[in-house]
């Protein structure tokens, strides 16, 4: 019994072992068939990663497109323009608003970027101006240019007193090499009717400039002035907005 024992063992082990051996050699020749399709590069990540550097390109140059035409929300004026010439009334009326003014004007400073340029000139009396700058010249909005243009933004109130000369002023705007003028005033030009400003400078300007004007105060209860500054702005590719307080 035990050497019948033996033998079964010995006879199921040699099976075992012929199955197994035959089984590899399988495995092997499959391998061997298959392997120089492993060794390609599947070509679909490849596509995938093409497609993603196409899609990658096209963001950055619609990036570049839109840096370049970079639209600035003034007080909600919306502007392409990136160099600017800030048209501020100084006459004696303006000094009930000298706070709202000076608010203002620092709205707009704070929202240009650094490398936008700017002109103030302040106006009143019958033909006097006060430059920010030398004149003619634009700046760029730097930190420091901006804390030295809202110091000379708070000098105007104390030199409020006259008349508004609007004509003046915005003759004098046409001057810069500027892409847009933006007038702030309170109330109606002085010395000159205000359909033959709104004639005359939109025949000097042919279209060069936006011009945007602000109504300071109660401009609701001069419809002269509302009437003057929409047109201005209408006529010469800008907005009008008025504001009477924050």
Do not use: C
């Not at 650094?114 to 909005?141: C, E, R």
């Not at 030199?159 to 003028?181: S, V």
Request: net charge positive; charged share 25%; no cysteine.
């Amino acid at each position: 019994m035990r050497k019948r024992k033996s033998r079964e063992i010995n006879i199921f082990s040699i099976s075992t072992l012929d199955l197994f051996a035959s089984a590899m050699g399988v495995f092997l020749l499959i391998a061997i068939v298959a392997l120089p399709y492993y060794l390609k590069v599947d070509p679909e990540p490849v596509d995938d990663v093409g497609k993603l550097q196409k899609m990658v390109e096209k963001l950055e140059a619609e990036n570049r497109h839109l840096r370049d035409q970079q639209i600035t929300t003034l007080l909600g004026l919306s502007t392409n323009a990136k160099s600017f010439v800030l048209l501020v009334d100084m006459s004696g009326s303006m000094m009930a608003y000298s706070k709202l003014m000076s608010e203002t004007v620092n709205k707009i400073i704070d929202s240009m970027p650094a490398d936008y340029t700017l002109q103030i000139v302040g106006f009143h009396k019958k033909s006097t101006l006060h430059n920010w700058q030398q004149p003619y010249v634009l700046s760029k909005m730097s930190d420091t240019k901006k804390k030295s243009a809202k110091a000379f933004v708070r000098s105007l109130s104390s030199k409020f007193n006259g008349g508004t000369p609007t004509r003046l002023a915005l003759q004098e705007g046409l001057k810069y090499n500027a892409e847009a003028i933006i007038l702030l005033t309170d109330g109606a030009p002085s010395f000159t009717r205000p359909e033959e400003i709104v004639k005359d400078v939109t025949r000097a300007n042919g279209g060069k400039k936006e011009i945007y004007s602000i109504a300071l105060g109660e401009y609701r209860a001069k419809p002269i002035l509302v009437e003057f500054l929409e047109a201005l702005s209408k006529k010469n590719g800008g907005g009008f907005i008025g504001i009477s307080s924050y």
